[in-house]
């Protein structure tokens, strides 16, 4: 058994033109075809796919046989993508990326992620967009060995050639622990007694900074290179530890954590840069990104 024909192009948008319209006349004047071309057209295509798409006998317009229905969705999937494929060709000849590569530092604030993600998707719908979550210096690493196109990263490292600096604002960080812990139990904190608790930090995985402490008060330290498990941590009243305070606002306001004032704590403000090498500068796709970034600052 002979199997079905491959249908053009030309005939498919003529079949999805006549089920919007209603009738071969009028996908006849969308088209500005005559009407016995559009019926051609039609016939030709039920014959190459070896089944009957429209009704012709009980009604004067055409009407999707059961078939014609269950072919109208397949169509209309392949007329989008050759929509897609035009649209990011036009886009790729006038300078336009095929994909973003953006690497974030965890400490960004999940808002301006978002934010920044879903403008992105309506202004550049033909782009994708493929998004690394890391963690302090390993954010520079990713877009200096070409991972990633563009980064926002919380360090500055001025001591790396090659890399342009944007200023996007920052993250205040604030040191937190669980009702119950030690630090947590009201009263003013003598300087030096957060050194006698576990504090919990985040550990910087970047080879060039490694070691380099960032907020480190305690003795003892716990390392981890997730900001969720050290989220999850210290709900569990283990340690002590700075948070973006964004992440732990509602955790405080319900009281499962609580703000501790620490005396010696100084880090406060954790700034934020958009970064690219110097030697590849952002197309239009990923300096947009850059702006909407920017852009975000109160």
């Known amino acids: 058994m002979q199997g079905p024909g491959q249908p053009s192009l030309d005939q498919l948008q003529v079949f999805l033109t006549v ?40 009604t004067r317009k055409p009407v999707l ?15 989008i993508g050759v929509d897609s494929l035009r649209a990011k060709i036009r ?11 953006l690497v974030v530092d965890v400490m960004l604030p999940t808002s301006r992620v978002v934010d920044a993600a879903q403008a992105f998707e ?18 520079t690493q990713l877009v200096l060995s070409g991972v990633a196109t ?34 947590a139990k009201g009263g003013s904190i003598p300087p030096g007694a957060a050194r006698d608790h576990v504090q919990l930090v985040l550990a910087d995985r ?18 981890l290179s997730d900001l969720g498990s050290k989220h999850a941590l210290l709900l569990a009243g283990i340690g002590w530890g700075s948070m973006p305070a964004p992440m732990v606002r509602a955790d405080i306001e319900a009281g499962r954590l609580v703000q501790i004032h620490l005396p010696e704590w100084g880090l406060g403000f954790y700034p934020l840069h ?20 920017s852009a975000q600052i109160v």
């Open 19 to 58: 089920v919007e319209t209603g009738s071969f006349a009028a996908a006849g004047r969308k088209l500005g075809r005559a009407t016995s071309a559009v019926s051609y057209t039609i016939a030709t295509l039920e014959q190459q796919l070896g089944v009957q798409l429209f009704d012709r006998d009980r």
């Open 150 to 183: 563009v980064g926002v990263s919380g360090l500055e490292h001025k001591s790396q050639s090659g890399l342009e600096q944007i200023n996007i604002g920052g993250v205040d960080l604030i040191p937190v622990a669980a009702p119950g812990h030690p630090l």
């Open 122 to 139: 309506r202004e550049f719908p033909t782009v994708t967009l493929r998004l690394h979550v890391e963690a302090l210096g390993a954010v």
């Open 91 to 101: 886009g790729m000849l006038g300078g336009l990326e095929s994909e973003v590569s």
């Open 206 to 223: 970047f080879r060039l900074t490694e070691g380099k402490d960032l907020g480190v008060l305690g003795n003892r330290t716990w390392r």
């Open 274 to 293: 958009a970064i690219y090498r110097t030697e590849t500068p952002p197309g239009p796709a990923a300096a947009w990104l850059i702006d909407r970034f």
């Open 65 to 79: 046989t059961a078939i014609g229905s269950s072919v109208l969705s397949e169509v209309r999937t392949v007329s």
